[in-house]
Antibody, heavy 123, light 108 residues
Framework: QLQLQESGPGLVKPSDTLSLTCTVS??????????WGWIRQPPGKGLEWIGS???????YHNPSLKSRVTISVDTSKNQFSLRLRSVTAADTAVFYC???????????????WGQGTLVTVSS | EIVLTQSPGTLSLSPGERATLSCRAS???????LAWYQQKPGQAPRLLIY???SRATGIPDRFSASGSGTDFTLTISRLEPEDFAVYYC?????????FGPGTKVDIK
């Protein structure tokens, strides 16, 4: 059974960089059928896609966040990571990593999700 | 960017009743790229439907969905106690994903 697990600091200071890692277990990150994505959810609010990466390194991002986001992959560790620069209180959210289907006629959905990790931006 | 609007914001129903949730897009969506998720408090979203009408693995057949273009619908034929949750639609287009604001189905 595929599992995804987010890890990283739960508290980040304003103007600092938020860094999270998603570890994939029970399956390989090196499949052409999938991208690997980050989605966030501010407390009590809806879901916002941040960006996605292929194991080969190709990425694409939400245009509203693009200038602050870096997503990278480490195939040797079966992990992918998120860096969000210059954070403010508005970036406080639960951050989820998820597997994104990109192969087949019916695609572009997230079928496996991590449990999520709350990151609070505060001094 | 395609904006998704969901209605109603909250749906108050009793177990056993039928729930009909709407997702409307600001412009036409590729049906193959429309999905629905269920989220319970403190949990990650769970994929229910992909390709506008295909149930994900393990999703009971009381969940069904349909639609095309700008109008999509998720139907729960008979609400079970575990179905009370928030439901989100999601689309992919122009190299980005967007989610609707969600419909909360709560117990009347």
């Amino acid at each position: 059974q595929l599992q995804l697990q987010e890890s990283g600091p739960g508290l980040v200071k304003p103007s600092d960089t938020l860094s999270l890692t998603c570890t994939v277990s029970g399956g390989s990150i090196t499949s052409s059928d999938y991208y690997w994505g980050w989605i966030r959810q501010p407390p009590g609010k809806g879901l916002e896609w941040i960006g996605s990466i292929h194991y080969g390194g190709t990425t694409y991002h939400n245009p509203s966040l693009k200038s602050r986001v870096t997503i990278s992959v480490d195939t040797s560790k079966n992990q992918f990571s998120l860096r969000l620069r210059s954070v403010t209180a508005a970036d406080t959210a639960v951050f989820y990593c998820a597997r994104q289907m990109v192969r087949g006629i019916l695609r572009y959905y997230f079928d496996y999700w991590g449990q999520g990790t709350l990151v609070t931006v505060s001094s | 960017e395609i904006v998704l609007t969901q209605s109603p914001g909250t749906l108050s129903l009793s177990p056993g009743e039928r729930a009909t949730l709407s997702c409307r897009a600001s412009q036409s969506v590729v049906s193959s790229y429309l999905a629905w998720y269920q989220q319970k408090p403190g949990q990650a979203p769970r994929l229910l439907i992909y390709g506008a009408s295909s149930r994900a693995t393990g999703i009971p057949d009381r969940f069904s969905a349909s639609g095309s273009g700008t109008d999509f619908t998720l139907t729960i034929s008979r609400l079970e106690p575990e179905d009370f949750a928030v439901y989100y639609c999601q689309q992919y287009g122009s190299s980005q994903f967007t989610f609707g604001p969600g419909t909360k189905v709560d117990i009347k």
